[in-house]
């Protein structure tokens, strides 16, 4: 049988080829921020202030002189650090309580799944302002409390997956080959709960993209003068109607990011479980 040109492939799954093309995009524009934006995203020119986009500056500047376009660049960068750590952070935290909870039954996974449910109850908010009255504002309080918030999410996903996964009949061969325990969740449970993971990564990461840009939103996040979209749209709010563009360009970066990690979730899972694609 002819195997399937990528072009084709690609085409089978839109969902998963645009999601990832809006998310290589974000990530291209944080990684070249490391070696290049066109100005320096903190430099304050009050000479150059609000100017229109076109010309030398390509999305205009901002109140301060700075230059829009690179503060939206060092802005994605601050926003996909950001997500990397914090959903980094909630798989260390839930994948090993979800796993060990599904391997375990009992009161053991009772009460693993009860703590899961105590750290559902504060949400990445109230968790930052908690951590910010403690250790103040930081891109450090941002990160915690996003990966606090999500581990929950991780800890019910790899349970579900691990206990499908103990019910097979190759783990029941282990067990009865006296394997220990940490060998059989090593060997057989987290390379087949790996799919279930990524995905809920990849919602777990959109997820973080928009509370990172709510708490920098609300003064909880990435202080000044570091760039985030949040506070991009902190300090646009005050000319919203006098220069929307300044709201518009953060606006539709975190739309876009959102976006496309969300049609990325969804075109992995359907990858992940073929019985899915095509089901809404």
Request: aromatic residues 6%; hydrophobic residues 55%; glycine residues 10%.
């Amino acid at each position: 049988m002819k195997a399937r040109s990528l072009p084709g492939r690609l085409a089978r799954r839109p969902a998963l080829t645009a999601g990832g093309a809006l998310v290589v995009l974000v990530l291209a524009l944080a990684l070249l921020s490391l070696v290049w934006t066109p100005y320096d995203p903190t430099h304050v020119d009050a000479a150059r202030r609000l100017l229109p986009p076109g010309g030398e500056h390509l999305l205009g500047t901002d109140q301060f002189g700075r230059d829009v376009a690179s503060r939206l660049m060092t802005g994605a960068r601050t926003t996909v650090f950001v997500g990397i750590v914090a959903v980094g952070f909630a798989v260390v935290i839930g994948v090993p309580m979800g796993v060990a909870a599904g391997m375990s039954g009992g009161p053991l996974s009772a009460l693993l799944m009860r703590v899961s449910d105590f750290l559902l109850a504060f949400p990445a908010l109230l968790l930052a302002i908690m951590l910010a009255a403690v250790y103040g504002t930081s891109t450090l309080t941002a990160m915690v409390a996003i990966g606090i918030a999500s581990a929950p999410g991780f800890a019910r996903v790899a349970r579900a997956a691990t206990l499908r996964v103990m019910a097979a009949e190759y783990v029941d061969a282990a067990r009865l080959a006296r394997r220990p325990r940490t060998a059989i969740a090593v060997r057989h449970v987290l390379p087949n709960i790996r799919d279930v993971v990524i995905v809920q990564a990849s919602v777990a990461f959109a997820t973080a993209v928009l509370a990172e840009a709510a708490l920098s939103y609300l003064g909880l996040g990435t202080p000044p003068p570091t760039p985030s979209w949040g506070r991009m749209l902190l300090d646009s709010q005050e000319l919203l109607f006098d220069k929307p563009e300044l709201c518009l360009w953060p606006g539709l970066a975190v739309a876009a990011a959102v976006l496309g990690l969300n049609l990325l979730g969804d075109g992995l899972r359907d990858r992940f479980d073929p019985t899915l694609e095509g089901v809404r």
